[in-house]
């Protein structure tokens, strides 16, 4: 199973970078779980977000927040509308499905021919 995180949504933000204090650096991500097997594909609707400074090459976890960093955070994570939860099947998955149907009817028609 492979699992990974698509980024949906990247945003600059001009505020403070608390580790270098450069102002044009700062750069939010929001990224989506999608999982892929040999039967299916699926967006989950599990969300990451991640405030990195491109400057310093920092990612700046909540604890170095700061309060204006909070309220900009808070304003693009109520703007981030994440894909919806979706489900795929492959080709093997179907003809999984297929065979086991046709498994599943002549056994019954067996059964019924064999009562007669």
């Known amino acids: 199973m492979k699992e990974q ?19 044009n650096g700062l750069q939010i991500t ?17 969300t990451t977000q991640e405030i990195e ?5 920092t990612i700046i976890y909540p604890v170095n927040w700061t309060d204006d960093i909070e309220r900009v955070f808070a ?8 894909k919806k939860a979706s489900l795929k099947l492959k080709k093997t998955a179907w003809l999984l499905i297929i065979v086991s149907v046709i498994v599943v009817v002549a056994i019954i028609t067996l059964a019924v021919f064999n009562f007669l």
Do not use: G, H
């Not at 995180?5 to 580790?19: D, Q």
């Not at 929001?30 to 599990?46: C, H, R």
């Not at 400074?53 to 090459?57: G, L, P």
């Open 30 to 46: 929001f990224k989506q779980k999608f999982v892929e097997t040999n039967l299916y594909k699926s967006i989950t609707k599990e």
């Open 5 to 23: 995180f698509i980024t949906i949504k990247e945003a600059a933000l001009n505020n403070n970078c608390p580790e270098c204090y450069n102002t």
């Open 53 to 57: 400074c491109k400057t310093c090459n």
């Open 75 to 82: 304003y693009q994570k109520k703007a981030f509308k994440p």
